[in-house]
């Protein structure tokens, strides 16, 4: 046989099916039979009834009411009159969106306005916004760790996906990864890289799946002592924590102690896009050389002038914070007296520990359909398999009631999958 009669003629090629199709097929069909296929559960916000959403139901026109215990915008910023007024102001006077990038005619007033209060929030020189937190972990992380040559990252075991890929991403750079929240690991890893390398220390405040806190006065010290960086994501942790919502590094009074700190406007401030806020000159780094800044349309006159107002409200309010802290409080309360599971965190968080997939997601399920509240189920790869949970975040608005029925559905679900304790062990509780 020669060379040209192996290879199969080009008509069949035209007409065959690339092989990726048979690859994603493969995929999915592995993720199903491991019971994380994820499917959206379609929900629609009532912005005036927060957190009560409309969920669609077939046969019922206007869809049904549920009560949600998962979203993000922790305070409810998103539904703020003035923040959705902002919104609707800054399209009639800009419009829909900012037609370009920064460099190119994207720029405007709101943007500057933005970063600069933003830089404020966190007793920093400059801020820098991004289209979302991901992108902001990512570009910023993969740009100043490809910058020097022999960058050694030190990351902390559960960072989030995006502070992994901007670090992943980087060219020419290590990563040491240390245990999650373990000073005396870090500290041994920091102790055992080379001296005159360049070293980061990447983190975050507030672990959104654990909901524990890590201790960044205590790294930042660190830091010092071997001449780290310090990146700190506050992504979970902004507008709830600190006297103005500066997240937990303004409550613990070590703002100043961090390098850099990035945050998202779509949590706390209820809005959406991501920032970075540092000295001066290392935003000015980023602002002239990260890809992920650099070369994307910016965010949206709307998006922009909600979410400045949203950050001057939340800076300048407290209500809203109090508010969620003594909800929690009282969930907790309920929880524990009803013998109901929780994992206690330093944290708004509120983990109800479930520990396999299938029946964290039935348990979802069952709750919405039959009770008619909605918790996500949070699986792996987000959480290591084996430690599959609900994970609720009440918040300012969730009243006496709706805790009190959620608290039932709960306890008659847990019990109907056996995860109830027994009563010796919930006195115990
Ligand atoms: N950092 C952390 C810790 C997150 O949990 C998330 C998103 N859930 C992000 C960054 C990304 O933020 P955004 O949703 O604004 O992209």
């Not at 916000?45 to 049904?64: I, S």
């Not at 998006?303 to 909800?327: C, D, H, I, P, T």
């Not at 987000?382 to 608005?397: A, D, H, K, N, S």
């Amino acid at each position: 046989l020669t060379g040209s009669e192996e290879r199969p003629s080009v008509g069949a090629i035209k007409n065959a099916r690339h092989p990726f199709y048979e690859h994603c097929e493969d995929t999915l069909d592995r993720i199903r039979q491991q019971g994380r296929y994820r499917t959206f559960t379609p929900l629609a916000r009532q912005a005036e009834r927060f957190p009560l959403y409309e969920e669609e139901y077939p046969g019922l026109p206007e869809g049904r009411e549920v009560i949600v215990w998962s979203t993000n915008d922790y305070l409810g910023m998103g539904v703020v009159p003035e923040v959705q007024d902002a919104a609707i102001a800054a399209i009639r006077d800009h419009g829909a969106g900012a037609g370009g990038t920064r460099n190119i005619a994207g720029h405007s007033p709101l943007h500057a306005r933005l970063e600069a209060e933003l830089a404020a929030l966190h007793g920093k020189e400059a801020g820098l916004l991004f289209i979302s937190g991901y992108v902001s972990n990512q570009a910023s992380l993969q740009t100043i760790l490809s910058s020097m040559p022999g960058w050694i990252c030190f990351s902390d075991r559960l960072n989030h996906a995006s502070m992994i890929a901007g670090i992943k991403g980087a060219k020419g750079s290590s990563t040491v990864i240390f245990e999650h929240n373990d000073l005396a690991d870090l500290e041994a890893k920091l102790a055992a890289a080379p001296v005159d390398a360049p070293k980061m220390i990447a983190f975050e405040s507030v672990y959104s799946m654990d909901g524990d806190v890590s201790d960044i006065g205590a790294i930042c010290a660190l830091a010092r002592k071997y001449g780290a960086l310090t990146y700190l994501d506050e992504v979970h942790a902004v507008g709830l924590y600190g006297q103005e919502g500066g997240g937990v590094s303004q409550r613990d009074g070590v703002a100043d102690q961090v390098d850099i700190i990035e945050g998202t406007l779509a949590k706390g401030f209820g809005v959406h896009g991501g920032y970075v806020t540092a000295s001066a000159e290392i935003i000015d780094f980023l602002r002239s050389t990260a890809s992920g800044f650099i070369f994307t349309t910016s965010l949206p006159p709307s998006v922009v002038g909600a979410a400045l107002v949203s950050v001057r409200k939340v800076r300048a309010e407290n209500w809203r914070r109090e508010a969620l802290f003594e909800r929690v409080a009282t969930f907790r309360q309920r929880l524990r007296a009803a013998g109901v599971p929780f994992t206690m965190t330093d944290s708004h968080i509120v983990p109800i520990p479930v520990g396999d997939a299938e029946r964290c997601k039935r348990i979802s399920r069952r709750l919405l359909n039959e009770f008619g509240h909605y918790a996500t189920p949070i699986n792996y790869p987000t959480v290591p398999e084996g430690t599959e949970r609900l994970r609720l975040t009440p918040g300012p608005f969730h009243t006496d009631e709706m805790m009190d029925d959620m608290v039932r559905a709960l306890a008659t679900l847990l019990r109907a999958e056996g995860l109830m304790p027994t009563r010796e062990v919930a006195q115990q509780l």
